[in-house]
């Protein structure tokens, strides 16, 4: 079966960037692609069934393509000892909030279970983050006529996409809010999204679809020039009413705090407006996905619960600035315009 | 007087950039200019004498209009134990030379006379790193004839530099070799191009040249769709035979080892290949510039003269794989010829 022609997927270059953590719904998916752009559901940290339900969520909100986001299991080595030590640490965290922090603890995200639903209610496109599967993951999606896209934050990873039999790329630049999508979590300086749009096109024909720090129509415009046949916004539809950001996240999205990359929240390199659970740990946090993930997760569960934005991820990529809290129809529809109207 | 339009100083949108401590040379600047880009001498670390030395060298190649670059000074509080600390931890990299470490010491570049000389000697454009001039100093520029450029790395900078009466505001991203031009020295993450050049356009209507990470055509009509009037490429053009880029850092620029910011040669965040010296004494590095220049300078020249990659500065921009050993002609004519192609 042949997966779908890019002037299949969407009218306007414009990709719903999965947001997992709450931010991406079904709503918010079914707003973009109704509103001519490619619309993601969010797949990571769900269970298999609450995905199925998204998928048919968004089934029955529009007739248009969309896509899932899969995280790819890594198995990282982490350092018992240090993941301990900053459990130990976050008791002051824990008390206040009133949980005790989490157990430091490895899941595969239900992956085969995932693949399998995936596989059976056949999305246009299946995206993934952390790494790009193997060569017969991607066959058996292909065959199925999914569309399969890799994200990636180094030529080298590019490679390894194009060599697995991917479809497109996404290519995640430095700017990029949430996690760094890298194969494997290093501290090697991340790349900005224009100069990597050009490393990746010298390893790759295939399509490129440009994430990080893009939140209007001139950013998508410089994207495309650059050489990427879409844009995937994130941040910039996180105060749509469709998305399900917090209400502590939304007060900072609309502030002008400075963002950084941290490992305080999951154990992995990600970006977010500074606050104050940053600050105090950034420093003591070890290296270790899904590890600390899971440890921190009672207490910014709590946080958000009471609206404290000073104890949760706030992530967000490097435009936030430019988020307005507008319908993502809207949004999509100008940013299409805006996009057209740069390139004369 | 009235300061030159843009067009009147470029056929092409396409800026060389000014690259202090060797690599710019009038014969660079002058065959940036004379491919119809606007070439640059860079004035940082030169006495003023060499400047107009210089200035009169591009004069006798070219009839076209360039422009010459200035280091504002700047007059942070460094630590003298910090700075004699780390002065005493290069006694090994001081003995492996044959040198000693220089005297860690404050000077403003000639700033006052290289003032005077550029209002006397009138090229078409000053541009500024590390800071913007007050208004009296763009005034009397201005006065002249003289464009006044002022680089900037966030929007509050370029506010600042609008304020002051500058005619353009060089927005350089978290992508580009060398320093980070910040007004202060600090450790905000650096926001990557794409997203800046929309945050800086939030702030000023001025003219935009956008800098770091560019280095061909598909790069420059990225930055062009997303704002800008032009690119401004510095990596991209340190393997031309008009640089003055040394033979250690040649051979850099053609491997394909990561970049990184580091404060261990200057003082000051800039970013350079990963070597040895960065690896070693990155960690180390105290915030001090100028400062910690003068302590590494006699270490990085006699590294430098005996062709020695590990022991020098290896400035590069996070695009610099892209360089290429061609004639500065041939690549600023191929760069407006992908940027024209790019724009249908």
Not at 95 to 117: F, I, S
Not at 172 to 177: S, T
Not at 299 to 328: C, F, M, S, T
Request: proline content about 6%.
């Amino acid at each position: 079966m042949r997966t779908a022609a890019f002037d299949e997927l969407m009218e306007a270059p414009i990709v719903g960037a999965p947001l997992s953590g709450g931010p991406s719904t079904p709503e918010l998916a079914a707003a973009v692609s109704e509103a001519g752009g490619f619309g993601f559901i969010a797949a990571g940290y769900k269970t298999a069934d609450d995905v199925r339900d998204e998928v048919e969520d968004v089934r029955g909100r529009t007739l248009r393509p969309f896509g899932v986001n899969l995280f790819v299991p890594t198995r990282a080595a982490a350092d018992d000892a240090a993941l301990a030590a900053y459990r130990e640490s976050l008791a002051g965290e824990a008390e206040r909030y009133g949980v005790e922090p989490g157990r430091p603890h490895w899941n595969d995200d239900e992956w085969e279970r995932k693949l399998a639903l995936v596989e059976r209610e056949r999305p246009s496109v299946v995206s993934f983050t952390f790494g790009c599967p193997d060569a017969s993951v991607v066959a058996r999606l292909r065959d199925v006529g999914i569309g399969v896209w890799c994200t990636v934050t180094r030529p080298t990873e590019a490679k390894l996409a194009a060599a697995a039999g991917a479809d497109a790329i996404v290519v995640q630049g430095a700017e990029a809010g949430g996690h760094q999508a890298s194969f494997d979590d290093t501290d090697a300086a991340p790349i900005g999204l224009l100069a990597l749009l050009q490393l990746v096109r010298r390893v790759t024909e295939l399509p490129l679809v440009a994430a990080g720090g893009i939140a209007n129509g001139r950013g998508v415009a410089g994207a495309i020039a650059a050489g990427a046949f879409a844009a995937q916004i994130g941040t910039g539809l996180m105060l749509t009413p469709e998305a399900g950001t917090s209400s502590a996240h939304r007060e900072a999205l609309a502030g002008d705090a400075p963002t950084a990359l941290t490992r305080a929240f999951t154990g992995r390199r990600a970006r977010g407006i500074v606050n104050r659970f940053m600050l105090e740990h950034d420093a003591a946090a070890p290296r270790g996905y899904p590890y600390v993930h899971h440890v921190t997760s009672p207490i910014r569960a709590a946080a958000r619960a009471v609206g404290d934005g000073g104890g949760i991820n706030l992530w967000a990529g490097q435009a936030y600035e430019l988020a307005e809290a507008l319908p993502a129809a809207i949004l999509v529809a100008r940013w299409a315009d805006e996009t057209r109207r740069a390139r004369p």
